[in-house]
């Protein structure tokens, strides 16, 4: 296995496949009364989040002490030295003369997990850096999609909203195209990159016409911190023209699985009686997190 989990490319089919199966495997300490394994005794794995984040930081922390790995957690707030001044590189090295094994870095700049990985023996497992990647994020995904369909290969995926600006979507791609599956990537022209087809993906702009060909609606965020002015419509034509509601779910196939990685902004992409609705996996995705974080953390952990 690999040391560091930086971007999804980085995993083999196989590599992939063995990751998912021990998240299955770690799915089932979950139900147990006492939920904890041995397999990371006397390590230690630092939650470093330089950006907001609920689904990912606590369940990493969570997976970490599942696993019995001693935990920091570290946000680059008013409390830490970063806010006097030092550097992310002095940061990384301070950390890792304290001995720490693995270093989950969410960062706003694409490429920091990268530099991280440079400067330290730790294992770097990307927790999302910009508009780049979300390996974590596209692994979970397809647990949550093989358990409910039984397969990726053959299925079609409908990736919509906010491509240009998504690390899910990059992470997605790749995994889900590695995998066999198809993906159609559905926006606002002006929230899909214009060369996104050489990802191997077919490009639709409208969702009524798409909607009854998927297997699989994925809804991305529309990250509204990470757009320049004028790049979206507005929120009322965004919800017209991408936005799923029971209405439009009319169109799509009657088992199609609902995703969405979370946050959600309800009203916006999703209404809450689709969110919340039979199609939804949206809180299996947040349970089936939990499990890929605790087998990436055990996996990373057999290569340090
Ligand atoms: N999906 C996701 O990354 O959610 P958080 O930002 O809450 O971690």
Redesign the pocket.
């Known amino acids: 296995m690999i040391k560091h989990l930086l971007s999804i490319d980085q995993l083999s089919p196989s590599q992939i496949e063995l990751v998912l199966h021990t998240a299955d495997s770690f799915r089932e300490v979950g139900t147990r009364t006492i939920k904890k394994v041995p397999t990371l005794r006397g390590r230690t794995v630092c939650n470093l989040f330089f950006?907001?984040?609920?689904?990912?930081?606590?369940?990493f922390e969570l997976a970490a002490k599942r696993l019995s790995a001693d935990v920091i957690n570290f946000t680059g707030d008013a409390r830490s030295s970063l806010s006097k001044g030092e550097s992310f590189k002095d940061t990384a090295q301070t950390l890792q003369a304290m001995g720490v094994d693995a270093i989950v870095v969410?960062h706003s700049s694409a490429g920091a997990p990268l530099r991280l990985s440079r400067w330290v023996e730790a294992s770097v497992i990307n927790?999302?850096d910009g508009a780049h990647e979300?390996p974590t994020?596209a692994l979970l995904d397809i647990l949550t999609i093989r358990n409910k369909l039984n397969r990726i290969d053959g299925l079609t995926v409908g990736l919509v909203g906010d491509i240009a600006h998504s690390r899910?979507a990059r992470s997605n791609i790749h995994a889900l195209t590695t995998l066999g599956a198809k993906v159609i990537v559905c926006g606002p022209t002006t929230l899909v990159p214009s060369d996104v087809a050489r990802l191997g993906v077919e490009v639709a702009d409208r969702l009524d016409d798409v909607l009854p060909r998927c297997d699989v609606l994925n809804l991305l965020r529309v990250q509204f911190e990470r757009q320049r002015s004028g790049l979206f419509p507005s929120i009322r034509e965004y919800r017209l023209l991408f936005g799923v509601d029971g209405d439009r779910m009319k169109k799509a196939k009657p088992n199609v699985l609902l995703l969405a990685?979370?946050?959600i902004n309800r009203g916006v992409e999703v209404t809450p009686e689709v969110a919340d609705g039979p199609n939804s996996a949206i809180l299996d995705q947040v349970t089936n997190?939990l499990a890929v974080r605790m087998a990436v953390l055990s996996e990373l952990s057999k290569a340090a």
């Open positions: 950006e907001p984040s609920t689904r990912t930081r606590i369940s969410r927790a999302g979300h994020q899910v990685p979370g946050p997190g």
